[in-house]
């Protein structure tokens, strides 16, 4: 309680003024001096009385409070003439290592200290921050800014380590579908009629079947030499030499559905329809959007481009990852069912 000397009556301890006669009470215990002005806030004050800073029970504004740079001294309040002595300025000083915060409104700049050896120094001179933060880097802490880069920092290793825990599941999931342990959900219907024991491994739309044809081009020019006839007429003799070269293109043949079961690999298009015997397969090429696949009794190697159109999902520890049918997942998928076949 705080006890009127205008007319004795007894008042909170938050009270400004007392509660019987209105007259301003004066609280002489349990106070909090505001550094900024010195004047005398009750306890429980959130912002001086007298000039409106903010005030904290733990902050840098409390009387003899740990020092942000050394974190042993004390800050003790001072004011000094400004430049050119105009005016003044206000500032605490640490006991021990020097440290000066220059009064900043509501905020404290670190402008000097006497012994440059202090971390806090090194990180800190020259800011102006708050008087929570100062008082969170007493404590061991750190400004909000310093915060924001830690939190940063925090995210994108986050973010690295998501992407390489995906790389990993990927790749072990890659390792499982040639080795047959490991197998693509899907519950699309099957578009072809399945034979005994014949189970849908994968089924992916828009793929192109493409083969090599030979194209040949002839390259021919005139030779021989040039007389002069008359001015601007000129005869040449000679005759023509052509020559006719041969190399092979990837044309496209058709574009429809390509099927992967235990047992086969199956092209529906509109033109043409493939049938593979998984054990007929000698080669399998992988490439970025599809395979080029060699087999017996085919001379010509078939390419079947546009898996990476396709995507599936796996689930593991948590986490799920989605990634494209590219060449490397196609050909795992087949050397898998080709293995449990031998």
């Known amino acids: 309680m705080v006890i009127c000397s205008n007319c004795g009556t007894e008042n909170p301890i938050n009270a400004k003024f007392c509660e019987e006669c209105g007259a301003k009470l004066d609280i002489v215990d349990n106070i909090i001096i505001c550094q900024h002005c010195g004047h005398n806030n009750p306890v429980d004050a959130k912002y001086c009385l007298d000039c409106g800073v903010q005030l904290s029970s733990d902050s840098i504004n409390n009387d003899k409070p740990d020092c942000?740079?050394?974190?042993?001294?004390?800050?003790?309040?001072?004011?000094?003439?400004?430049?050119?002595?105009?005016?003044?300025?206000?500032?605490?000083?640490?006991d021990n290592c020097g440290a000066e915060f220059e009064v900043k409104g509501d905020k404290y700049k670190l402008n000097h200290i006497s012994n440059t050896?202090?971390?806090?120094?090194?990180?800190?001179?020259?800011?102006?921050?708050?008087?929570?933060?100062?008082?969170?880097?007493?404590?061991?802490?750190?400004?909000?800014?310093?915060?924001?880069?830690?939190?940063?920092?925090k995210r994108q290793n986050e973010i690295k380590e998501a992407e390489i825990a995906k790389k990993r599941d990927i790749n072990e999931f890659i390792n499982g579908l040639q080795k047959?342990?490991?197998?693509?959900?899907?519950?699309?219907?099957?578009?072809?009629?399945?034979?005994?024991?014949?189970?849908?491994?994968?089924?992916?739309?828009?793929?192109?079947?493409?083969?090599?044809?030979?194209?040949?081009?002839?390259?021919?020019?005139?030779?021989?030499?040039?007389?002069?006839?008359?001015?601007?007429?000129?005869?040449r003799l000679g005759g023509i030499a052509a020559q006719s070269e041969s190399h092979e293109e990837l044309r496209n043949i058709d574009r429809g559905t390509l099927v992967l079961t235990n047992?086969?690999?199956i092209f529906i298009g509109s033109k043409r329809t493939t049938n593979i015997d998984l054990t007929k397969i000698i080669a399998i090429e992988p490439y970025k959007d599809g395979i080029g696949?060699?087999?017996?009794?085919?001379?010509?190697?078939?390419?079947?481009?546009?898996?990476?159109?396709?995507?599936?999902?796996?689930?593991?520890?948590?986490?799920?990852?989605?990634?494209?049918?590219?060449?490397?997942?196609?050909k795992a998928a087949i050397m898998g069912n080709i293995a449990k076949i031998t």
Not at 70 to 93: D, Q, R
Not at 304 to 319: A, Q
Request: a positive charge.
């Open 263 to 265: 047992k086969r690999l």
């Open 180 to 235: 047959g342990s490991a197998k693509i959900n899907t519950n699309e219907q099957s578009p072809i009629i399945l034979k005994r024991n014949e189970l849908t491994s994968l089924i992916m739309h828009n793929i192109t079947l493409r083969e090599p044809r030979a194209v040949r081009q002839t390259v021919g020019g005139y030779g021989g030499p040039t007389f002069r006839v008359a001015k601007g007429v000129n005869f």
């Open 293 to 330: 696949s060699q087999r017996e009794n085919k001379q010509k190697t078939e390419y079947f481009t546009g898996s990476d159109n396709t995507t599936i999902t796996i689930n593991k520890n948590g986490r799920r990852t989605t990634f494209p049918v590219n060449g490397v997942v196609l």
């Open 68 to 94: 942000p740079v050394c974190k042993t001294g004390s800050l003790n309040s001072s004011v000094h003439k400004g430049a050119l002595g105009l005016g003044t300025k206000k500032i605490l000083i640490c």
């Open 117 to 153: 050896k202090y971390e806090n120094w090194r990180k800190y001179h020259g800011q102006t921050l708050t008087v929570d933060e100062w008082a969170r880097i007493a404590g061991g802490g750190v400004s909000d800014a310093e915060q924001r880069k830690i939190d940063e920092i």
